[in-house]
């Protein structure tokens, strides 16, 4: 379904800000085979509460992304009635919502309620350039002038 674009007024700009101007540029990757430990450690070393998915060090394309939520319930379900599994990224690991670092971020916004994601990547030409999370949004909504609240 096509939706018709409107340029928003000049007076409401900056209510709601371009994604670059509220994304997070301190991005740790996780590759896909890693354990389930290991991105958990990683998170909590690197306080992250998102890892992109790269297929190695250089990767600066990605389309997934494991979020901590993804990867206790895969530790939870790894323990199962049969036994343990040995569980890794690649199994938990979720198809990301993308957006450009000049996107408003309702759009951001937008594409986190559409994924039933908290946080999505931002793609500037194809290349990983950012995160921005549910708390960003908030926080940028918390800077708005109280009439719009």
Wanted: hydrophobic content about 45%.
């Amino acid at each position: 379904m096509a939706r018709t674009e409107r340029p928003a007024r000049p007076e409401a700009a900056d209510e709601d800000p371009a994604v670059r101007s509220v994304m997070s540029t301190h991005l740790v990757g996780i590759v896909p085979g890693a354990s389930l430990q290991v991105a958990l450690q990683l998170m909590v070393a690197r306080h992250v509460r998102h890892l992109p998915v790269v297929d190695g060090p250089t990767d600066r394309r990605c389309h997934r992304m494991v979020a901590e939520t993804d990867v206790l319930r895969g530790l939870v379900a790894s323990r199962g009635p049969f036994g343990t599994a040995s569980l890794h990224v690649d199994d938990v690991a979720r198809t990301a919502g993308v957006v450009r670092p000049a996107d408003r971020l309702s759009d951001a916004a937008r594409v986190m309620h559409e994924t039933s994601a908290d946080a999505v990547l931002v793609e500037d030409r194809g290349e990983l350039t950012g995160i921005v999370t549910a708390g960003d949004v908030v926080a940028a909504a918390a800077r708005m002038p109280p009439t719009h609240r």
